[in-house]
């Protein structure tokens, strides 16, 4: 499985945006670049996905390099629920979702 | 919106005795995975299943078995509970296979062996 690399903690205030980094300089060609957050005690919760091209949904937005080997997953106005584990994965040829450690984000009032 | 629920948030059972985890998605998904959760280690696929009747093992199927009857449930079974088997058990499910398609979690089952 392709790495991905990600700070280990970011804080943030609130209703401030928020730009969570992630570097997969051995991305594949084929791979998805996906996003997930764990809020404490629950199970992750899917937050966006790409390809190439930046994406938007309602919960954040995904702008990915044109070279691909890094990507920045995007929330515009920080909230207190925001806070929470923002894991950063890439998905190429296999059913399987490999979370590493992620980003710890600290959102204060 | 998806709605992934399991049958218990916290679980406490003996070493040796036959644990269910079930696992419910209202959303017609073809595909349906159970992982566990364990800290420094983080998620770990233990069977996934693309269609009724239908498994997969993932990386440590070892102690478990899974049952698909119907396509919106999805049981993991501990043929004999053991105390490394404590853990976080969180279940999965997915609209197709392929890369391209996101999982949606349910919220876990924090399961304790003694």
């Known amino acids: 499985d392709a790495k991905t690399t990600q700070p280990n903690s970011m804080e943030s205030n609130e209703e401030e945006p928020v730009h969570l980094p992630c570097n997969h300089s051995?991305?594949?060609?084929?791979?998805?670049i996906h996003w997930y957050r764990q809020l404490p005690s629950q199970g992750p919760e899917y937050v966006i996905h790409g390809l190439t091209s930046n994406v938007n949904n309602r919960m954040a937005s995904l702008a990915i390099a044109e070279d691909r080997k890094s990507s920045t997953l995007i929330l515009h106005r920080a909230t207190l629920r925001d806070a929470a584990v923002y894991y950063c994965?890439?998905?190429?040829?296999?059913?399987?979702?490999?979370f590493g450690k992620g980003t710890k984000l600290t959102v204060n009032p | 919106d998806v709605k992934v629920t399991q049958s218990s948030r916290y679980l406490v059972k003996r070493t040796g005795e036959k644990v269910f985890l079930e696992c419910v998605q209202d959303m017609d998904h073809e595909n349906m995975f159970w992982y566990r959760q364990d800290p420094g280690l983080g998620l770990r696929l233990i069977y996934f299943?693309?269609?009724?009747?239908?498994?997969e093992k993932g990386d440590i199927p070892e102690g478990y078995s899974v049952s698909r009857e119907k396509k919106e449930r999805f049981s993991l079974i501990l043929e004999s509970a053991s105390t490394n088997q404590t853990s976080m058990y969180l279940c999965?499910?997915?609209?197709?296979?392929?890369?391209?398609?996101?999982?949606?979690f349910g919220p876990g089952t924090r399961l304790t062996v003694t």
């Open positions: 999965a499910s997915s609209p197709m296979a392929g890369d391209y398609y996101e999982q949606y």
């Open positions: 994965i890439l998905k190429g040829g296999s059913e399987k979702l490999v």
């Open positions: 051995t991305i594949s060609g084929t791979d998805y």
């Open positions: 299943s693309y269609d009724v009747k239908m498994k």
